[in-house]
């Protein structure tokens, strides 16, 4: 199962501005209390940590547990520094991992 | 009359009271959480907006802003938020590493609610203080039933 995702960032700001990210990620964030249709219990797994890295360096981290929705969403600010690029990566408790590049433009 | 009227502004007192109170004591299970995520620091209570619906009928998918009170500057920014779900199997919801270079300390997310209670923020400044807010949620739906 490939994880989709959809990252929203501006595509232009201006330096100094705060702008906003929003990330979606198609999963299922099993919590681990959930049977299937013969009564086993699905085991746990979550997107367990997401990262922001903004030109190289880490901006912003999430750790995430059983008590985020399915498919989650998150919406968090950056400061526009440098035009480049933002790369979200992601791992779920069964190791998956996922990712994806946003990039911007910073005016002066 | 004027003694009833007094009992009355007694307990509206005591009602505006009760949600810091309740916070801040007489739920040992509650203390014992909101230490280990303080790491036995202090706590005080503000600066944290836990905003989410009063009455949310899918505990499933329960929308969620946290924004803290701060400049958001490299002297005095948030470094992490944590939000708890007391009553949920697994309380520690999500926690999120914040910086400076974040420009604002705020969060948007959808958490599972697994019953009636009360949502709460921790955060943690980068003068090391602990902020706390909270919001109570009632859900028609709960997460965590299945099964």
């Not at chain 1, 959930?34 to 750790?63: H, Q, S």
């Not at chain 2, 009227?5 to 109170?21: Q, T």
Request: charged share 20%; glycine share 8%; net charge positive.
């Amino acid at each position: 199962m490939s994880m989709l995702a959809r990252v929203q960032v501006p595509a232009q700001a201006r330096r100094g501005d705060v702008f906003p990210i929003r990330i979606a990620i198609q999963h299922s964030m099993e919590t681990g209390y959930r049977p299937d249709n013969f009564g086993r219990r699905i085991p746990k797994n979550v997107i367990n940590t997401l990262t922001c890295r903004y030109n190289g360096v880490e901006v912003f981290r999430a750790e995430m547990g059983s008590g985020v929705s399915a498919n989650p969403q998150l919406q968090f600010y950056l400061r526009a520094e440098n035009s480049g690029e933002l790369v979200f990566d992601w791992v779920d408790d069964s190791g998956q991992r996922g990712s994806e590049r946003a990039p911007i433009t910073v005016t002066a | 009359m004027s003694a009833d009227r007094r009992r009355f502004l007694v307990s509206c007192s005591a009602l505006a009271l009760a949600p810091a109170l309740a916070l801040a004591q007489q739920n040992p299970q509650r203390e014992a959480l909101l230490r280990e995520v303080t790491r036995g620091a202090a706590l005080r209570i503000g600066r944290v907006l836990v905003d989410t619906p009063t009455l949310a009928d899918n505990g499933h998918s329960v929308p969620l802003r946290i924004a803290v009170d701060s400049p958001m500057t490299a002297a005095d920014h948030v470094r992490r938020i944590t939000i708890l779900a007391e009553r949920n199997p697994r309380p520690v919801v999500a926690s999120y590493a914040l910086g400076p270079y974040s420009g604002r300390g705020e969060i948007v997310t959808r958490i599972r609610v697994a019953d009636i209670q009360d949502i709460i923020a921790v955060a943690e400044l980068s003068d090391g203080s602990f902020w706390m807010g909270s919001a109570h949620v009632i859900v028609t739906e709960l997460a965590c039933l299945e099964g």
